[in-house]
């Protein structure tokens, strides 16, 4: 297993946090590391209440054990001062998700990572808006095009509103123009 600077923490990413532009809005101190795949996990979308209301107006990611299955995402590394926020955002607190320790294989060796899984999972198809982010940041950072493929068939709710992508959008162009 690879270490990791003092200081730091591994943080493995399959939904939203899968575009930077997502995850830096809480967490800035978030730095790419390597791609990675999470075996005997399967995606799935839902919320953690049935009918509750999210900030993505639908189903977000989480991972359920599934032996053979697999799961690619992002290894991020971030500075510890940003684990409270990132627990914050997975609504930790709130008891929306759990975090979990997971080995996660990459190019750069076996890895072991934080990442969530929500508690009292209830399916749910995602938002239009909440997929677009997950699939943005899987061509992002080139996750295998078959599982992107996998990512883009996922059917959604037909939500047409506002949602933190509005947000996101706005972080990308100001990037963009060197703001």
């Known amino acids: 297993m690879s270490g990791v600077a003092l200081g730091q923490f591994m943080y493995f990413a399959f939904g939203s946090n899968l575009l930077k532009e997502r995850l830096q809005l809480a967490n800035p101190t978030a730095t790419f590391f390597s791609?990675?795949?999470?075996?005997?996990?399967?995606?799935?979308?839902?919320?953690?209440?049935?009918?509750?209301?999210?900030?993505?107006?639908?189903?977000?990611?989480?991972?359920?054990?599934?032996?053979?299955?697999?799961?690619?995402?992002?290894?991020?590394?971030?500075?510890?001062?940003?684990?409270?926020?990132?627990?914050?955002?997975?609504?930790?607190?709130?008891?929306?998700?759990?975090?979990?320790?997971?080995?996660?294989?990459?190019?750069?060796?076996?890895?072991?990572?934080?990442?969530?899984?929500?508690?009292?999972?209830?399916?749910?198809?995602?938002?239009?808006?909440?997929k677009e982010v997950v699939c943005l940041g899987a061509e992002q950072n080139g996750l295998p095009v078959d599982y992107l493929k996998r990512l883009e068939a996922v059917q959604t709710n037909n939500y047409s509103g506002p949602s933190l992508l509005d947000q996101i959008r706005t972080a990308m162009n100001e990037r963009s123009k060197g703001v």
């Open 35 to 130: 791609t990675g795949r999470l075996k005997d996990y399967n995606l799935n979308f839902g919320l953690w209440e049935k009918n509750v209301e999210s900030a993505w107006h639908g189903g977000v990611a989480t991972i359920e054990s599934s032996p053979g299955g697999e799961v690619w995402g992002v290894i991020w590394t971030l500075s510890n001062e940003n684990l409270p926020s990132l627990d914050k955002q997975e609504g930790v607190s709130l008891g929306q998700y759990s975090p979990l320790e997971v080995t996660v294989e990459s190019d750069q060796g076996t890895m072991l990572c934080r990442t969530y899984q929500m508690n009292n999972f209830h399916a749910c198809p995602p938002s239009p808006q909440y």
